[in-house]
C-alpha cells in the first residue's frame, strides 16, 4: 500500500511538474526516508526537515514560539505553520507536516495523536488529527506516515 501512495505522489508531481518538501518530528524522518526512495525523486522531492523540539522547529520553520511552546508544538496550529514554512525553506511547491506523539507522555494526557497539515504554498489544503491505538512507537510513527502520505496522494489524485 505504502509504495502504490508513493508512486501516485511521484507520478503526480512529475506529471505537474511540482516539487514537495517535508517538515516532520513525530514521523522521524519516515517521510523523507519514503520519498527518497522514490525513482526519479530528485525531480520532485526538495528534501525534508525533522525537527523535535521549539527551538529548532521555531528557527528552521517559524513556528510561533509562544503558541508552540503552549501546545508543547503538537496541535493544528503548528502543522499547519510547519508545511506552509518548508514550502519557503525547500523552495518547493507542496508542503507536508507532521507533529505529535508515538509514545504515552503526560504533555498528550498519554494519548497518541499527531495533526498533519498539506499545503500549496501559503494555501491550506488539509489539515487533520490523527488518533492511534496503543502499539509500539515504531508502528504508530509508520502508521502516521501512511496516513499522511495517503492523504497527499488523494489531494494530488482528486484536488481539493
Known amino acids: 500500500m505504502g509504495m502504490t501512495n508513493i508512486r501516485i505522489i511521484r507520478d503526480q508531481l512529475l506529471r505537474g511538474r511540482k516539487t514537495v518538501a517535508v517538515a516532520e518530528s513525530v514521523t ?4 523523507q526516508f519514503r520519498l527518497a526512495g522514490a525513482e526519479d525523486a530528485a525531480q520532485f522531492f526538495q528534501g525534508g526537515i525533522t525537527a523535535y523540539n521549539l527551538g529548532q522547529k521555531y528557527r ?3 513556528v510561533e514560539p ?8 503538537v496541535d493544528e496550529q503548528v502543522a499547519i505553520e510547519m508545511a506552509k514554512n518548508v514550502c519557503r525553506l525547500f523552495c518547493s511547491q507542496w508542503g507536508l507536516s507532521i507533529t505529535g506523539y508515538a509514545t504515552p507522555v503526560p504533555e498528550s494526557d498519554n494519548r497518541l495523536y499527531a495533526w498533519y497539515a498539506i499545503t500549496q504554498g501559503d494555501e491550506l489544503l488539509l489539515s487533520q488529527q490523527l488518533h492511534a491505538t496503543s502499539a509500539t512507537p515504531s508502528a504508530v510513527q509508520e502508521w502516521y506516515a501512511e496516513m499522511a502520505l495517503s492523504a497527499f496522494a488523494n489531494i494530488l489524485t482528486y484536488g481539493h
Open 60 to 62: 528552521h520553520l517559524r
Open 66 to 73: 509562544i503558541h508552540a511552546q503552549s501546545c508543547n508544538c
Open 28 to 31: 522521524a524522518g519516515l517521510l
